[in-house]
């Protein structure tokens, strides 16, 4: 396994800073503040803006689940390798469009059509809800990619929640025979289940947490992909993250020292995000 720190102070500095201004985040504990939460704006200062240059469309997948909107960023013309990429969250919250600035930069660096997708939330849709969405996405991908534009190469990545599903999704296609993906990113990935679960826990999980769920717990991870894992030097999940990088076969992991967890989430407010970018692209783009 490849590992690196980032350890720019700059970075640090300003998490410290963007910190400071947010104040600490307060856990859910209700339905209630949950959708007070998904309404919420998205503030570009925050997560940046589109990179210039890159074409966005918005479509629906014809998934298991129903129709599902998938956000599609591209440059250029001719078929490229696709990239389905899953947003955070705590599989109760997020959507495509917190992501623009972290999917058009790497539809820009990597040369990847980039498939962002709005999978299904708890507790509407409990686990597999999401899980299924993503593994669908990955078969349909596979087997309709050249629709977008793809040329036949497919690789998934995923920030937190997203990063668990892609994890997940990539067992199941493992263990089921499903399409093979080039490439898999698991950004700060939730990787096992809390001893005591959360609130958000709660409404995701009804049940215990099937390897699917818990992809760390998997008695093994040959046969997986190439895989970067990109973690946050503040937060807790970077150990569960640098232990699933160092059972898998081929792995790099990059850890972004000073950083908060969802940092891709904050382009806008923390360069950290914007380079984390060009590192996975430099990860995609590998021959």
Known sequence: MKRRVVAEPGFAAEADAMMSRLGLASELQSYE?????????VDHDLAGRLHPGV??????????????????????????????????????????VDLDRACSGLARKAGRIVVSLEYRLAPEHPYPAALFDAYDA?????????VL??????????????????????LKARDEGGPG??????????????AEPTWIDRQYLTGPADVYAAPGSAGSLAGLPPTLVVAAGRDELRHDGLAYAERLDDASYV??????????????????????VEVIADFLSRE
């Open 55 to 96: 074409g966005v469309a918005d479509l629906h997948l014809p998934l298991g689940g129903g129709p599902t909107l998938a956000r599609v960023y591209r440059t250029g013309d001719g078929p490229r390798p696709l990239l389905l990429w899953l947003h955070g969250g705590g599989f109760v919250a997020g959507s495509v």
């Open 138 to 146: 990955m078969c349909w991908l596979a087997a309709n990619g050249w």
């Open 33 to 41: 503040q949950l959708v007070a939460a998904r309404a919420e704006a």
């Open 181 to 194: 993906l080039d490439r898999q990113v698991l950004c700060y990935p939730v990787l096992t289940a809390r």
């Open 255 to 276: 850890e972004y020292a000073g950083t908060p967890h969802a940092f891709l989430n904050f382009c806008g407010a923390l360069r950290a995000g914007d380079h984390a």
């Open 149 to 170: 534009g793809g040329d036949g190469r497919l690789a998934a990545g995923g920030q937190s929640a997203g990063g668990a599903l892609v994890a997940g999704a990539a």
